[in-house]
């Protein structure tokens, strides 16, 4: 087997494990399983949700508790049609696809046309993949859909589930999910799914700007549900057609966006490693072709399994959004800029910086990067392979796990008593069933960062057994200095000092 070929199986042998982890340690499961799944929708399950809820706490505070001039909101998933309109989502939101009539698979162009590349340059022919690559970009720009049409059939691209080239013309496909409001089901009463939590915040703009008195430069950031009807769903929560985003849209005065768009790639690249991902597996990938409303555009990709993906997007949307709805709504969009001297610029429409994560994908890149194995040799003298997760303390869906040695001589109520003292500052659980060798074990799979065990001489001298999750080592220690331990390895305070 050739060397990348290789690598490409390892990586994939690789997501799969944690898939099946995922699933097997009740993080992830997919969604309506029993009744056979239902594609690119997952459900979380009792560790996946608190670790969810872990991330979007600690990015919520990044933004709203760190920042004193940025504020939070939470939008509704319906807004009046109109909105998308405005936005560009009903004319432009769309992706060119094309059908193989034989398998009747449907297929992103770009992602098929890009999957042939990564085929030639595995097979040494890196120069003519980027004269492909290079004819999509401009034919996609152009939206010569008929010459891409040309170029899949002369580059022989084939269907990888019937190996044909007999493929139906290019077509544009909306992303988005519609229904109908009201009782009466008509076009008039059609309404979307939002496809970005963005529009919920440039809607309030005015709304957030006068009633908490804010002045620009000031931010808005919202936690929410996003919905797009993606077509190459695939790679289990990377691309999912329900998800949930993490924006934060900053409005500033125009002609400062680039001071402000600079300071965000920086904070936002910390704020990644600062939760645990390493600085080696993230990077910036500037964007050449920018959005009709960017003036300036870059991703922060994570080196997933499956190769480095965007995991963020970081975008310089001038002024687009709020002078569309301006021009749509009808209603002033304007900011009265009272520091600005000059009269004739006092009044503007603010222009926006925007950082924009999904909860689940940085989810998968905190899970792909936290599964750990290692090897090691147990009391019987075998090498035995380890697994935990190495998950930043702050994030970890349990903290801390409470166990009696036996259940008798008074152990577990003991055991219960310290399990109480913590429950109320930390993710606490207690657990009496099972060995506490095994229990440990568990513990590491979900990623628990400190398991403590109650034995015979606690009774005696008030001191537990705490085990530390990243080196198996146990140390003695008094019950009562377990809230400092704890809390010193739980606190936001060391993710905040990395922000600087
Ligand atoms: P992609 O190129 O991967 O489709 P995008 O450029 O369309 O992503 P944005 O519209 O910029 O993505 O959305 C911002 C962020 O929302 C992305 O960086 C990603 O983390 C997340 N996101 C977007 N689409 C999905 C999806 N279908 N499933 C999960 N997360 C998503």
Known sequence: MANKEKKDAQENKLFQTIISHAKEYGFVFPSSEIYDGLQAVYDYGQNGVQLKNNLKQVWWKAMTQLNENIVGIDAAIFMHPTVWKASGHVDGFNDPMIDNKDSKKRYRVDHLIERHAEKMIAEGK??????LLQKMDDLLAKEDFKTLYELIVSEKIACEISSTVNWTEVRQFNLMFST???SVSDESNKIYLRPE???GIFVNFLNVQKTGRM??????AQIGKAFRNEIVARQFIFRMREFEQMEMQYFVRPGEEMITYNDWKEKRMKFLQAIGLPAQKLRFHNHTKLAHYANAALDIEYEFPFGFKELEGIHSRTDFDLKNHQEYSKTKQIYFDEEVQDKEKQRYIPYVVETSIGADRLFLAILCNAYTET???DAKGETKT?????LHPAIAPIKVAVFP?????GLPEKAREVFEMLRYDFDAMYEERGAIGKNYTRMDMIGTPFCITVDHQTLEDQTVTIRYRDTTEQERVLISDL???IGEAVSLRKVWEKLG
């Open 180 to 182: 109908e409001i009201g």
């Open 375 to 377: 090897e090691g040799v």
């Open 197 to 199: 939590t963005a529009q």
């Open 386 to 390: 380890r697994i935990f997760l190495k």
């Open 483 to 485: 809230p400092k331990i």
């Open 126 to 131: 890196k120069t003519e993949a980027e004269v």
């Open 215 to 220: 002045k620009i430069p000031f931010g808005i």
């Open 405 to 409: 040695l036996v259940r008798n001589s």
